[in-house]
């Protein structure tokens, strides 16, 4: 039976991140399944929050951070400390919705291409500000333009892939952004799916129009030198 590891990303995420996780455990998976909570190194209770879950959520647990080294770390970090053969990621939010996770898993394992390595969720109906939903749009065309991934929404956060194809990519800050094109550098497929959006009922949101687009033009840069540079090892046989 394929275990699943759900890693989230928490900063500042109290009063979202207590109903994420009881969502989660009413879902039907058919795989055993467990639930990593990275919290950045908030400073809300959002650490103190999730361990009071612990003790009725056996399938969960919790890393802090020492200090906030931003999303991607906390990825990075979640997935190092996973068990599971197939990550789920999602935010930490509560905008993600976990009942779409069973329907983004079944099509990760039963997918029709033999080197299908990743799932990632498409949020066509979005439910943010008008302003966001733009900068966003904006952010997905810039970087399908010059990395032609092929993927129309990076910037969801509900994805599932293999931790094998994960665990051989290169890390870097804002990395979580470019997951299906570095993915698909080391010739795994990368199919979208249409997944459900929800509001976001408490805080804020940590990314604004500046870090969606702006910072990320030295990324793309980076990611697109990376795939000029890259190489694709087939073996032929090995005794």
């Not at 908030?42 to 200090?67: G, M, N």
């Amino acid at each position: 039976m394929t275990k699943i590891s759900i890693v989230i990303p928490a900063y500042n995420e109290a009063d979202n991140i207590g109903t994420l996780i009881s969502e989660i455990k009413q879902l039907e998976l058919d795989s055993a399944y467990e639930i990593i909570i990275v919290d950045d190194a908030s400073s809300d209770d959002t650490y103190a929050t999730t361990l009071t879950l612990k003790a009725a959520v056996p399938e969960l647990r919790i890393i802090q951070h020492e200090s906030t080294y931003g999303q991607s770390a906390a990825i990075a970090t979640g997935i190092a400390h996973a068990d599971g053969e197939l990550i789920v990621t999602m935010d930490g939010d509560g905008q993600n919705n976990p009942a779409d996770i069973p329907r983004l898993v079944t099509a990760l394992l039963n997918g029709k291409s033999a080197n299908l390595r990743m799932v990632a969720g498409f949020r066509k109906k979005r439910n943010d500000s008008a302003w966001r939903i733009l900068s966003s749009k904006a952010a997905n065309s810039v970087r399908s333009f010059f990395l032609r991934d092929q993927t129309p929404d990076t910037g969801c956060g509900l994805k599932v892939f293999y931790r094998s194809a994960f665990i051989k990519l290169p890390f870097f800050d804002h990395m979580h952004r470019f997951l299906p094109a570095l993915i698909q550098m080391q010739g795994g497929g990368v199919i979208s799916i249409e997944v459900s959006h929800r509001a976001r009922m408490h805080g804020t949101s940590k990314y604004g129009t500046f870090n969606r687009l702006w910072v990320g033009i030295i990324d793309i840069l980076g990611v697109s030198w990376l795939r000029l540079r890259s190489k694709k090892v087939k073996i032929r046989k090995c005794d």
